[in-house]
């Protein structure tokens, strides 16, 4: 069965950086893209940006432009998630899903991990 | 992009059906066919409940189904359940930036 299992919960200080595993399982990861998206507090979704783990095309949500990045290792199955010069609303749950062409949707998502900004 | 706009919470008793709206614009919802719902339940991860607007991934209850008309998205939930009290996302294709999300719907089940 797919599963995306996504690395624990992170606390960092203002102008951190963070890197957030997802570790996928159970289908052929170069066949689907991986989404990143947030979720603050109390709040809605926001996507955060896409990569294609076949070829390591990436698409950034603009306002993240410049402080985000997202990587795969197909080696491992892994897609990675770094946010750089953290901010305090920068603390949100944060899930990888996997993005699927075939259905044009986020079919299956990992549990999400914490990041705290917090001086 | 701005997020699409969800009424902020909606309510039904057992039973009852009720439709949860999603609007957009031209840019996203009205260009594409390509709408999504998902259910959230506190402290878990969203699940996908319709995509292409109107189709449901297996496994999914049939009481969900989802519409679009114009630049608006639907979602209805028939025969509510005590298990269907959730928030609910809709998320639309919107080209260049692909993925827009709706500010959520809180659903309670009186």
């Known amino acids: 069965q797919v599963q995306l299992v996504q690395s624990g919960a992170e606390v960092k200080k203002p102008g951190a950086s963070v890197k957030v595993s997802c570790k996928a399982s159970?289908?052929?990861?170069?066949?689907?893209?991986i989404s990143w998206v947030r979720q603050a507090p109390g709040q809605g979704l926001e996507w955060m940006g896409w990569?294609?783990?076949?070829?390591?095309?990436?698409n950034y949500a603009q306002k993240l432009q410049g402080r985000v990045t997202m990587t795969t290792d197909t080696s491992t199955s892994t897609a990675y998630m770094e946010l750089r010069s953290l901010r305090s609303d920068d603390t949100a749950v944060y899930y990888c899903?996997?993005?699927?062409?075939?259905?044009?949707?986020?079919?299956?998502w990992g549990q999400g991990t914490l990041v705290t900004v917090s001086s | 992009q701005s997020a699409l706009t969800q009424p902020a919470s909606v309510s039904g008793s057992p039973g009852q059906s009720i439709t949860i709206s999603c609007t957009g614009t031209?840019?996203?919802?009205?260009?594409?066919?390509?709408v999504s719902w998902y259910q959230q339940h506190p402290g878990k991860a969203p699940k996908l409940m319709i995509y292409?607007?109107?189709k449901r991934p297996s496994g999914v209850s049939n009481r969900f189904s989802g519409s679009k008309s114009g630049n608006t998205a639907s979602l209805t939930i028939s025969g509510l359940q005590a298990e269907d009290e959730a928030d609910y996302y809709c998320c639309s294709y919107a080209g260049s930036s692909p993925w827009v999300f709706g500010g959520g719907t809180k659903l309670t089940v009186l």
């Open positions: 159970g289908y052929t990861f170069t066949s689907y893209g």
């Open positions: 899903a996997r993005d699927s062409d075939y259905i044009a949707a986020l079919d299956y």
């Open positions: 990569i294609s783990a076949y070829n390591g095309n990436t």
């Open positions: 031209s840019s996203d919802v009205g260009s594409y066919n390509l």
């Open positions: 292409e607007g109107s």
